[in-house]
């Protein structure tokens, strides 16, 4: 069971709009603001595409952006493209002793 | 180009050791900390290990405190993965990666297998 809880599925049509939830407790997605989203295709290495909640790194477009409320974090992208289609990880700092926390990841299909 | 190379993997007996390595180029390697994260077949993404800059900090996942150790050798902009006492629950592929604490990974290296299994 993953310290961060992500919806197992999300889809959408190209053009449209999604929103993947991270939800954590006050000890780590809602006590700080180090929170980070990383894409993965199938066979490959996973890829940062926001970090502190709401950055996005160079090369990463716009379509993707973060936010958070309280104990849970979104990644949303939007203008959906075939090539979105992806395995979604959110992650985390944690005052625990685990220090770094990820979501079980989210099977993003586009329709 | 900042790129990280892994290798090392395979396929070891419950009990065994392996030492996987991570070559870094296209940055400063001394500068950063880095850090390992591994996938086990079919599952997420699991952080395993952090070490700072110059080697004078480091910091396990529990499941593998007491077995694994981390370490680098900045002259030759290396990390190291010690791993002892392997179980199948190690299983997994294992990524190095830059980290920046306590807010990114970022590359990712294209992960080495690891197989524990008789």
């Known amino acids: 069971q993953s310290a961060l809880t992500q919806p197992a599925s999300v889809s959408g049509s190209p053009g449209q709009s999604i929103t993947i939830s991270c939800t954590g407790t006050?000890?780590?997605?809602?006590?700080?603001?180090?929170v980070s989203w990383y894409q993965q295709h199938p066979g490959k290495a996973p890829k940062l595409m926001i970090y502190?909640?709401?950055n996005r790194p160079s090369g990463v477009p716009d379509r993707f952006s973060g936010s958070k409320s309280g104990n849970t974090a979104s990644l949303t992208i939007s203008g959906l493209q075939a090539e979105d289609e992806a395995d979604y990880y959110c992650?985390?700092?944690?005052?625990?002793?685990?220090?770094?926390?990820f979501g079980g990841g989210t099977k993003l299909t586009v329709l | 180009e900042v790129q990280l190379v892994e290798s090392g993997g395979g396929l070891v007996q419950p009990g065994g050791s392996l030492r996987l390595s991570c070559a870094a180029s296209?940055?400063?390697?001394?500068?950063?900390?880095m850090s390992w994260v591994r996938q086990a077949p079919g599952k997420g993404l699991e952080w395993v290990a952090n070490?700072?800059?110059?080697?004078?900090?480091?910091y396990y996942v529990d499941s593998v405190k007491g077995r694994f150790t981390i370490s680098r050798d900045n002259a030759k902009n290396s990390l190291y993965l010690q791993m002892n006492s392997l179980r199948a629950e190690d299983t997994a592929v294992y990524y190095c990666?830059?980290?920046?604490?306590?807010?990114?990974?970022?590359?990712w290296g294209q992960g080495t297998l690891v197989t524990v299994s008789s």
């Open positions: 502190e909640v709401s």
């Open positions: 992650s985390s700092y944690t005052s625990s002793s685990t220090l770094v926390v």
């Open positions: 006050s000890s780590d997605v809602g006590g700080y603001n180090y």
């Open positions: 070490i700072k800059q110059d080697g004078s900090e480091k």
């Open positions: 296209g940055f400063t390697f001394s500068s950063y900390w």
């Open positions: 990666a830059r980290y920046l604490p306590w807010s990114w990974f970022d590359p």
